[in-house]
């Protein structure tokens, strides 16, 4: 049996950190925007949106972690897990628009 690529220890379970991840960066994204405008509705849209987008890198980021530590699992699995992550974030920066920006065409 080859040696993992990382040693993280044991598996780490993705739901749990996908929560931690979106809550941190909706807290986060949702003070940083309130020292920029008292628009609550744009401070809500900015935290959910970066929410999302902070539950979906964490959850990327975890797994792939876990991919790399173990050795059976192939180093291309990594790889997709990265696309799928860096395609969610993406979509989420494409969809929900923040309130300042200009509609693209």
Do not use: C, W
């Not at 059976?72 to 929900?96: C, D, H, P, Q, W």
């Amino acid at each position: 049996m080859s040696n993992p690529l990382i040693n993280v220890g044991s598996y780490r379970h993705t739901g749990t950190y996908i929560l931690s991840g979106g809550i941190a960066s909706a807290v986060t994204a949702g003070a940083a925007t309130a020292t920029r405008t008292k628009d609550v509705k744009t401070i809500s849209k900015m935290a959910v949106k970066r929410g999302l987008q902070g539950a979906i890198a964490t959850g990327a980021a975890v797994e792939i972690a876990n991919i790399l530590s173990n050795p059976s699992r192939s180093n291309l699995n990594a790889l997709g897990i990265l696309a799928l992550g860096f395609t969610g974030v993406y979509m989420t920066e494409k969809g929900i628009k923040d309130e300042s920006e200009p509609e693209s065409k």
